[in-house]
């Protein structure tokens, strides 16, 4: 019996609950009246589905489209430490650990603000704490007086062993871009190794963190290929994909757009993928890839959980629709107030 | 100058011939120095027209690319890589000389960066961040470019008006006015030769009587 309620039983709750989660969220339809509607009308849209009481929270903290964007990211965050609670066993050791790309986003924010000398105030304005430091450790590190000493903060954490690696020759060259870069990979690395030892739901979980490894470093291949000046993109790739970092190198290198892609179709079966590879053909803004190839992933991701329907994709496609239904609304709001036209907006929105 | 402050000698004739001739010179030298800089001024008009043509479509560009960072990336997104940017742009300020106008001569560092020099990583960013910050850096670069230029015009415009100021001074008052004392004193030098002439056949006609 201990068994039953520790393994399946888990997972159909949980997984049922992020099915109930899913259902909530913002069909495509009402993204598309949404293009339509002015500013305050999306303001008030977005009061009545579910962030309230994150607006009336901050409203005398911020206000306008800062209010907005700020209230989104409380409830992002609010979410997903939510969904943390409720998620037993291994299903909550995979969903923590997927989430702590936001713990690097927000360390390398706090370590960006200090060296810079910022206030932090001001850095706390751009933390969204999702991952597993939460903004009592936040507050505690930007109370630090010195980089060196958020650093410190973070020992015996799991990011620190690069941190205590990489922060000097940081605070030298006075680029984080290497520690950014091998903080995510190292984040990976970690993803990869949790699904290893035959940890139940390991091998689809190893699936979707290899497919979003793929999408990530094709997309980034895209972006580098832009630059004029790169010529060894290996730091920057991830490496655990269906491409070695070799392979990636090689492609970069590829004289042209079709002899990229080609190269890429050779290595990738996902028939959507390929779909969305062949219409990349065109000359277009490198965001407008990103965008396009974001989508394959999402699609691919809610295939998948349709498949393993009780396993851990259903919760890692929840977390990332909800990633995109805030980004979607940032977006719709951040848009409109710029003035960009509906279409313009549209081509954004990931739906 | 009053006719009347002048002294009718043979020297002071001398010396305002003198200054007759310098003022002649300086006023065809200024004269072709303005002609010259008119001619500069028209090309560096051109420039300027080009720069402000080529700023103002960038700063459409770079208002454009923020507002879609905004959009896509969020505020938050944006203004946390805008923590990375460690290296500010210097500006080292040389002059030429065109002329003998001294202008300015601006030259920049580390204004374009490549995407290992901007200071955030690949893989915690995405492309729009990347289009961006190009976006402003081209901006940058033709602000600079324009204050250059448009120093160097507003400079050349200021010197063409003293020249002008200079060329009509020397035209219309200070060579009319030594024209004008030269010709009063060569007229009573003339009238004081007449007198002692007439002086002097008085005298003659009294002692010969």
Redesign the interface.
């Known amino acids: 019996m201990a068994e039953i309620s520790s393994g399946s039983a888990q997972y159909i709750y949980v997984c049922t609950r992020m099915r109930v989660r899913r259902s909530q969220l913002i069909p495509r339809e009402d993204y598309l009246r949404m293009l339509n509607m002015s500013l305050p009308e999306i303001t008030r849209f977005i009061e009545d589905t579910g962030y309230k009481s994150e607006i009336d929270e901050l409203a005398t903290a911020f206000s306008g ?2 209010l907005v ?2 209230a989104l ?1 409380w409830n992002l965050a609010k979410e997903y430490q939510s969904i943390l609670a409720i998620t037993p066993g291994e299903l909550m050791r995979f969903t923590a650990s997927y989430l702590r790309r936001w713990d ?2 927000n360390v ?2 706090i370590l ?2 200090k ?2 000398g ?1 206030p932090a105030g001001k ?1 706390r ?2 933390l ?1 704490p999702a991952g597993a430091l939460d903004r009592v450790f936040l507050d505690r590190m930007l109370a630090e007086d010195s980089p060196e000493r958020v650093v410190e903060a973070l020992k015996g954490m799991r990011l620190y062993p690069v941190l205590e690696r990489e922060f000097p020759r940081a605070l030298e060259t ?8 091998e ?3 190292g984040y990976y690395e970690r993803l990869l190794a949790e699904t290893k030892g035959g940890v139940k739901g390991g091998r689809v979980f190893k699936g979707y963190v290899q497919l979003e490894i793929d999408i ?1 470093n094709i ?2 291949l ?3 290929r ?5 010529e060894d993109v290996r730091e ?1 790739m ?1 490496p655990g994909g269906s491409f070695t970092v070799d392979e990636l190198q090689r492609l970069s290198t590829a004289e042209s757009r079709d002899e990229f892609i080609d190269g890429v179709k050779k290595q990738v079966t996902l028939p959507p993928l390929l779909n969305v590879l062949e219409d990349l053909r065109s000359e277009r ?3 407008e ?3 396009a190839l974001t989508r394959v992933q999402l699609e691919q991701m809610d295939r998948v959980s349709k498949r393993y329907p009780f396993s851990i994709t259903p919760i890692l496609v929840y977390l990332e629709q909800k990633k995109y239904e805030v ?1 979607n609304l ?2 719709l709001a ?2 409109k107030e ?3 036209p509906g279409e313009r ?1 549209r081509s ?1 929105l990931v739906m | 100058m009053a006719l009347r402050d002048i002294k009718p000698t043979r020297s002071e004739l001398i010396n305002i011939k003198r200054r007759i001739k310098l003022s002649e010179r300086g006023y065809n030298i200024l004269k072709m120095k303005r002609d010259g800089l008119i001619l500069e001024f028209f090309k560096v008009l051109q420039q300027a027209k080009d720069s402000r043509g080529a700023m103002q479509e960038r700063y459409a560009r770079a208002t454009e690319m923020i507002a879609i960072a905004d959009t896509v990336e969020g505020a938050i997104g944006v203004k946390a890589a805008a923590f990375s940017a460690a290296d500010r742009p210097e500006i080292t300020l040389k002059s030429k000389n065109i002329m003998g106008v001294v202008v300015p001569e601006i030259e920049a560092s580390a204004v374009r960066k490549n995407l290992a020099e901007r200071g955030y990583g690949v893989l915690g960013t995405s492309a729009v961040i990347d289009e961006t910050a190009e976006a402003f850096e081209d901006l940058l670069e033709s602000i600079i470019e324009a204050a250059e230029i448009e120093t160097t015009m507003k400079r050349l415009l200021d010197e063409i008006e003293s020249t002008k100021r200079r060329v009509n001074a020397l035209e219309f008052k200070v060579i009319p006015e030594l024209t004008e004392a030269s010709n009063f004193i060569k007229m009573r030098l003339d009238e004081m030769e007449r007198e002692e002439l007439f002086r002097l056949k008085k005298i003659k006609a009294r002692s010969s009587s």
């Open positions: 489209i800062d964007e700020v990211s690097i986003q390398l924010t960006r603000g060296t810079q910022m850095i304005e751009v969204i006075g680029s984080f871009a290497r520690l950014e870069n903080l995510y990979k990530r997309q980034n895209f972006r580098l832009a630059q004029p000046t790169l920057m991830i803004p490198i965001h890839v990103e965008i980004a940032r977006a951040r848009g710029a003035g960009l907006i954004y």
